[in-house]
């Protein structure tokens, strides 16, 4: 079965940091790109970060840029994200997003396998 999960998120004050972590199982993890997006109440998911299959390529929304770094283990198929000085308005369900099929890494529609989400809260 193929599948993602994430791990991770919680609640933290403004300033904190966090690490998230998505394991995945059933598919060639080093044959994919792999992202993480976000989705707060009321609006659209977003990508925040995308890395390439070896992890020498890393995408990131701007938004997030400076305070956050994508890597990846091919070894043990887990996909990290770290948050560094989180902002209240970094509060969202996080999602992990694997097997990218090509286009833009930003397009939800490029992925076929998708986490359950993991919440992250950033109290002010």
């Known amino acids: 079965q193929v599948q993602v999960t994430e791990s991770g998120g919680g609640l933290v004050q403004a300033g904190g940091s966090l690490r998230l972590t998505c394991t995945a199982s059933?598919?060639?993890?080093?044959?994919?790109?792999v992202a993480w997006f976000r989705q707060a109440p009321g609006k659209e998911r977003e990508g925040v970060s995308c890395s390439g299959r070896s992890g020498r390529s890393t995408y990131y929304a701007d938004s997030v840029t400076g305070r956050s770094t994508i890597s990846r283990d091919n070894a043990k198929t887990t996909i990290y994200l770290q948050m560094n000085n989180l902002k209240p308005e970094d509060t969202a369900m996080y999602y992990c997003?694997?097997?990218?099929?090509?286009?833009?890494?930003?397009?939800?529609?490029?992925?076929?396998?998708w986490g359950q989400g993991n919440q992250v809260t950033v109290s002010p």
């Open positions: 059933g598919l060639d993890f080093d044959h994919y790109a």
């Open positions: 997003a694997a097997e990218f099929r090509g286009g833009t890494w930003r397009d939800t529609s490029a992925y076929d396998v």
